[in-house]
């Protein structure tokens, strides 16, 4: 509810006095960097290149300084959001005042804007007025909060304020007693323009969006999300949490975010720098496991086989039932049996000798490789097991001399036993001396060599020739029968060699790929994670999923997605519990997002039509109480009525203040035929968006498969009938995707009969 006047003024005078304050800090740092500047200025000269103690300290220093000079500037403008009176038991109550960046005072060492991500912030998200607590790393911190009240900033001037009654807190999308419950302050923000980048929403997160956010960071956390809901926001709110909570043990290098394609990773590129947070690692799944693997060949994209099945009618024939077979965890048992026969052939070794000296023995090597280091990967196993023993060569070695020595002594002694002195007998025994020497002198040398090549010789196996050789010997009888019916067996052998041949490769190949060359040599450390977002997590298969567990160090892993928009049917995750069953066994948490925070009512119970004809168990999403025009249903005819519309929806969207509009076709084909068709009629201010675009402009032609995560003012469905999207599993899941980008306007347009999805 709005606050009252001489609140309002109170507050006014507030910001004003804050502002001011920022002002003359922001100078106080200035003047500190340029200062700094100028001293490593100085150190440098000094150091000539040299390691300087004094230079490196300042250095970290003047990042420091620069860091909060960023932060005060960009805080000027909306210094924070959010107030709150809390009076802890015993104590004095105290006003505090939550932005998205933490501002302390320098002189007096005191905090006076408070980080949102800070314990005590937890009470704006998740306390409830009256006797309430918050979790600090002293303890548990109990007292009264008294006031919640949140604050409209922009361009730092305060437009409104609103305080939240005690059970304001979560906004409720359904009627009590015939009354609507609004957050208002909620309802502004969300009626706001999209700006072709995800925004963060530390002012307006939600009770159960905040519950998931804190939640500590070695677990596997997996949250099903309604289209709408901020998943996506949520998972990277909870990274820019998790950095600041564990400061001191994550840096920002060490967080990995995945994302379905390069347009979302621009879409998504100005949140975490808005959140403080630089430099997190940012991929799509395909981009990171081709580094990892190092593979230079051209790459099948998920989204290029994806519009090879939507435009092949003859994609539910026989032929094409394996195409998920690779993402399933039977494959990675396949895998596996294949690795112990791998195993089985390395365990045959033989001792290590030289013309019957022997170093080391094959029961003992046998033992290491096959008990002792027996939880090691293939590779690291033989690296253990010669250092293992290179500790061991020199004693190894000095035995073998002696043994020498001990022959030679032998010799030498009968000499001078059975014969006088004489020029002969000395003759023979400084040859036997000289024999003596040169031989501990070459059999040393002989053994190290000897030692070396084996080690050499059994050097580990390669990852990629090994995973081609699964495909081109006769595995069949030994390793899929019982799996995968031979005729598909055969399919699958052909379409590979196939793409072999060509130097190319699937992407459904590199989580098995990559499998194999974890099992064998093991992880490096550059590719290891303190912890993994991953988004759209629903469109990758079971395996591609549970390899993450071998890069996400103590299993910190995010997975968003919704199994409503999965449009990669014929691999992607249809049951969450069956992923964490299998994948992880089910050492999991699970939550779920049904609030759906993007669509007007309208919209999303429009596009919930859709949803529903999935048949899915899941809880449709519930739209906050946020009006708006109905989803418009558009038959149009010759062109010249296309343009008419498209102009008359242009006008109203321009007068609405709004700003993005997407035209989304079902494949990339139909795209580019629309846009040539408006090109050829001089309408060329339209993008048309390819699979290898990297940004949004405001008015997009955009297929259906690229349009996940991303949102638009006002989108046009384009062609919406039961040619593109008929009564199949994949045409519902993308209708729901398309359907739902929408956050004010929406527009179905047909030829003849609309969908009858939409009915």
């Known amino acids: 509810m709005p606050i009252k006047t001489s609140d309002m003024e109170y507050e006014v005078n507030k910001l004003s006095e804050i502002k001011e304050w920022i002002g003359k800090e922001k100078a106080v740092i200035e003047d500190s960097e340029k200062i700094l500047s100028k001293k490593i200025g100085g150190l440098k000269k000094e150091a000539r290149g040299r390691y300087n103690e004094e230079l490196e300290t300042t250095q970290q220093l003047y990042a420091i300084t620069s860091k909060s000079l960023n932060n005060f500037e960009e805080s000027k403008e909306q210094p924070y959001f959010a107030r709150i009176d809390f009076r802890e038991y015993k104590r004095e109550e105290e006003i505090f005042y939550i932005g998205k960046l933490g501002l302390g005072d320098s002189k007096e060492n005191e905090e006076i804007i408070i980080d949102w991500r800070a314990p005590i912030a937890d009470l704006y998200y998740s306390g409830t007025q009256g006797d309430t607590y918050y979790r600090a790393p002293v303890g548990v911190i109990s007292g009264e909060l008294n006031l919640k009240r949140k604050f409209l900033i922009r361009e730092g001037i305060l437009k409104d304020a609103f305080d939240e009654g005690i059970n304001e807190i979560i906004l409720k999308s359904n009627n009590f007693n015939g009354k609507e419950l609004i957050d208002e302050f909620l309802k502004i923000n969300l009626e706001e323009s999209s700006s072709g980048k995800l925004k963060d929403v530390v002012a307006t997160i939600q009770r159960e969006q905040n519950e998931i956010i804190r939640v500590e960071k070695n677990e596997i956390i997996l949250i099903q999300g309604s289209a709408g809901s901020g998943k996506t926001t949520v998972a990277l709110h909870r990274l820019a949490y998790l950095l600041y909570k564990y400061i001191d043990k994550i840096k920002a290098g060490e967080v990995l975010v995945i994302a379905p394609s390069e347009i979302f990773l621009d879409y998504i590129s100005q949140i975490l720098p808005d959140l403080g947070v630089e430099e997190v690692v940012q991929n799509t799944y395909e981009?990171?496991?081709?580094?990892?693997?190092?593979?230079?060949?051209?790459?099948?994209?998920?989204?290029?086989?994806?519009?090879?099945?939507?435009?092949?009618?003859?994609?539910?024939?026989?032929?094409?039932?394996?195409?998920?077979?690779?993402?399933?965890m039977e494959f990675k048992a396949i895998l596996d049996k294949y690795l112990l026969d791998i195993e089985k052939d390395d365990s045959e070794v033989l001792d290590i000798t030289y013309e019957g000296y022997l170093l080391f023995n094959k029961e003992d090597i046998m033992r290491l490789y096959s008990v002792?280091?027996?939880?090691?990967?293939?590779?690291?196993?033989?690296?253990?097991?010669?250092?293992?023993?290179?500790?061991?060569?020199?004693?190894?070695?000095?035995?073998?001399?002696?043994?020498?020595?001990?022959?030679?002594?032998?010799?030498?002694?009968?000499?001078?036993?059975?014969?006088?002195?004489?020029?002969?007998?000395?003759?023979?025994?400084?040859?036997?001396?000289?024999?003596?020497?040169?031989?501990?002198?070459?059999?040393?040398?002989?053994?190290?060599?000897?030692?070396?090549?084996?080690?050499?010789?059994?050097?580990?196996?390669?990852?990629?020739?090994?995973?081609?050789?699964?495909?081109?010997?006769?595995?069949?009888?030994?390793?899929?029968?019982?799996?995968?019916?031979?005729?598909?067996?055969?399919?699958?052998?052909?379409?590979?060699?196939?793409?072999?041949?060509?130097?190319?490769?699937?992407?459904?190949?590199?989580?098995?790929?990559?499998?194999?060359?974890?099992?064998?040599?093991?992880?490096?450390?550059?590719?290891?994670?303190?912890?993994?977002?991953?988004?759209?997590?629903?469109?990758?298969?079971?395996?591609?999923?549970?390899?993450?567990?071998?890069?996400?160090?103590?299993?910190?892993?995010?997975?968003?997605?919704?199994?409503?928009?999965?449009?990669?049917?014929?691999?992607?995750?249809?049951?969450?519990?069956?992923?964490?069953?299998?994948?992880?066994?089910?050492?999991?948490?699970?939550?779920?997002?049904?609030?759906?925070?993007?669509?007007?009512?309208?919209?999303?119970?429009?596009?919930?039509?859709?949803?529903?004809?999935?048949?899915?168990?899941?809880?449709?999403?519930?739209?906050?109480?946020?009006?708006?025009t109905p989803p418009e249903l558009i038959k149009y005819g010759k062109t010249e009525d296309l343009l008419k519309h498209l102009l008359n929806i242009n006008t109203v969207i321009e007068k609405a203040g709004k700003r993005s509009i997407a035209i989304i076709c079902k494949t990339l084909g139909d795209c580019i035929a629309l846009d040539k068709l408006l090109k050829k009629n001089k309408v060329d201010n339209w993008q048309l968006v390819k699979e290898n675009q990297k940004a949004l402009g405001d008015k997009v032609i955009i297929p259906s498969y690229m349009t996940k995560g991303l949102e638009f003012d006002c989108s046009i469905v384009f062609d919406c009938d039961n040619k593109n999207y008929g009564d199949k599993e994949l045409d519902r899941k993308i209708l729901y995707v398309v359907l739902t980008r929408a956050l004010h306007y929406e527009y179905v347009f047909y030829k003849e009969e609309p969908s009858s999805l939409l009915e």
């Open 372 to 628: 002792d280091f027996v939880n090691l990967s293939v590779k690291k196993r033989k690296e253990e097991i010669r250092r293992y023993f290179k500790l061991k060569i020199g004693d190894k070695i000095s035995s073998v001399l002696e043994r020498i020595e001990f022959g030679y002594g032998y010799k030498i002694a009968r000499v001078k036993k059975l014969e006088e002195d004489s020029p002969d007998r000395r003759k023979q025994l400084f040859d036997l001396y000289e024999e003596r020497d040169l031989k501990k002198k070459i059999i040393q040398k002989r053994l190290r060599e000897s030692f070396e090549a084996y080690f050499t010789n059994w050097e580990s196996r390669n990852y990629l020739q090994l995973y081609i050789t699964l495909f081109n010997e006769d595995k069949y009888e030994s390793l899929f029968k019982g799996y995968l019916p031979k005729k598909n067996f055969l399919d699958m052998k052909e379409e590979f060699n196939r793409n072999y041949e060509n130097q190319v490769i699937d992407s459904d190949d590199l989580a098995p790929i990559f499998y194999l060359k974890y099992r064998l040599e093991g992880m490096e450390s550059k590719w290891q994670f303190k912890h993994i977002v991953v988004d759209e997590a629903q469109d990758y298969n079971m395996f591609q999923l549970y390899i993450l567990k071998f890069m996400a160090i103590n299993n910190s892993i995010t997975l968003v997605g919704d199994i409503g928009q999965c449009i990669y049917s014929y691999k992607g995750i249809k049951d969450w519990k069956e992923l964490s069953e299998k994948a992880f066994q089910n050492k999991t948490r699970y939550k779920e997002l049904t609030q759906s925070y993007r669509s007007t009512v309208e919209i999303i119970e429009f596009a919930n039509r859709a949803l529903y004809k999935q048949k899915l168990d899941l809880i449709p999403a519930k739209p906050v109480f946020r009006h708006g």
């Open 287 to 328: 981009g990171i496991l081709t580094k990892i693997l190092n593979l230079k060949m051209k790459l099948i994209s998920k989204n290029k086989k994806l519009i090879d099945i939507i435009e092949n009618v003859q994609f539910e024939d026989e032929k094409y039932s394996y195409l998920g077979f690779k993402g399933s």
